[in-house]
């Protein structure tokens, strides 16, 4: 199969897409945004330029696929629009770990996650898998414990709300 083209995202490498895989290319695209979104809110938290604005550069940089870049706009646009609320929900389901007091990228991980679960079709368990995989990579296994109890108990509580 042929391959098409690779996009570098918070320094790293996404994976190659690969022709005639509608399933894979979709998968990996949302994942491609996930960590856009996540570079954006991250770059954004130390003040200099709002995290759309970092967005767009970054989706510039890259030369991402529309979809991507589509799924990228939407996850930062909630984030943005519900950053209050999402950081009363990471002190509510997380008191020991205030808001203020977590790293940046442990901040930002939180933020897109609870953002994606709270305000996205997305299924919660599927939302909840990748942004968990998203805080290993990123951060390391206390995070994603973290990431795992807290989006976990958003989940239900708003399940059964």
Excluded: K
Excluded at 35 to 64: P, S, Y
């Amino acid at each position: 199969m042929a391959r098409r083209g690779v996009a570098s995202v918070l320094g790293e490498r996404v994976m190659v897409r690969r022709e005639g895989c509608q399933a894979t290319d979709r998968h990996r695209s949302r994942r491609a945004a996930r960590r856009a979104a996540l570079g954006a809110v991250f770059e954004a938290d130390f003040g200099q330029h709002t995290a759309m604005a970092v967005l767009e550069r970054q989706l510039a940089e890259t030369e991402a696929d529309p979809t991507t870049a589509e799924l990228a706009r939407e996850l930062v646009s909630q984030v943005v629009a519900h950053r209050d609320t999402i950081d009363a929900r990471i002190e509510l389901s997380a008191p020991q770990y205030p808001v203020t007091q977590l790293a940046r990228m442990d901040r930002a991980l939180l933020r897109c996650a609870i953002g994606e679960v709270l305000h996205s079709p997305t299924p919660a368990r599927v939302a909840i898998a990748e942004w968990v995989e998203l805080a290993r990579t990123y951060s390391g296994d206390p995070m994603r414990r973290l990431m795992n109890g807290v989006l976990g108990r958003i989940a239900r509580d708003t399940s059964g709300a």
